[in-house]
């Protein structure tokens, strides 16, 4: 996914500055996609750059001037190719499963514990997903797709706990190499 592509999907719906978009992601596109204002003012520039947002400055009638940015007509061209587009198989860096390819280093009775506190964050993080404000139109869809993939990771962890506690415990009195 490309934050400048999420940057032109936002300022479509209304101009903003870079500290609303900011906001917007966090509250809005949290589970799918996250940016901080140190990554979104140089996406902002280069999108201006490539003709597709002008800026507006709003004068300083009280504190610090503000950029608006305003999407043009080739952003929205922009945007409505990339959203058309077929994204790519997800290849995510995953700490979930990249803890779980090395669970060999614990020994079997962590194991198990290790799976369900992880399972528990996770379950956690629905709740909270869950709890938190519906967006509008397409992007509750998104957000009901990324409860649904915690969910799978959920599933999938608590059967990896029930497996771990069907498994056998090694024989403690064979000598270690």
Do not use: C
Not at 122 to 137: K, N
Request: charge should be positive.
């Amino acid at each position: 996914m490309s934050l400048p592509h999420v940057l032109l999907g936002l300022l479509a719906e209304a101009p903003s500055t870079g500290y609303d978009l900011a906001r917007a992601i966090q509250e809005e596109m949290d589970p799918v996609w996250r940016a901080e204002l140190s990554q979104i003012y140089p996406a902002l520039g280069r999108l201006r750059r490539a003709g597709f947002v002008v800026l507006r400055v709003l004068g300083p009638h009280r504190g610090p001037r503000r950029n608006l940015y305003r999407v043009t007509a080739a952003g929205r061209r922009e945007l409505r190719r990339w959203v058309a587009e077929p994204a790519p198989a997800p290849r995510a860096k995953d700490a979930v499963l990249a803890r779980l390819a090395f669970l060999d280093y614990l020994p079997p009775p962590e194991r198990r514990a290790a799976v369900l506190g992880q399972e528990t964050v996770i379950a956690d993080e629905i709740r909270r997903l869950r709890a938190g404000r519906v967006p509008r139109g397409y992007r509750s869809h998104a957000l009901r797709g990324a409860v649904e993939r915690l969910e799978s990771v959920r599933r999938f962890l608590r059967a990896r706990a029930a497996e771990e506690s069907r498994r056998p415990l090694p024989d403690k009195s064979v000598a270690r190499r």
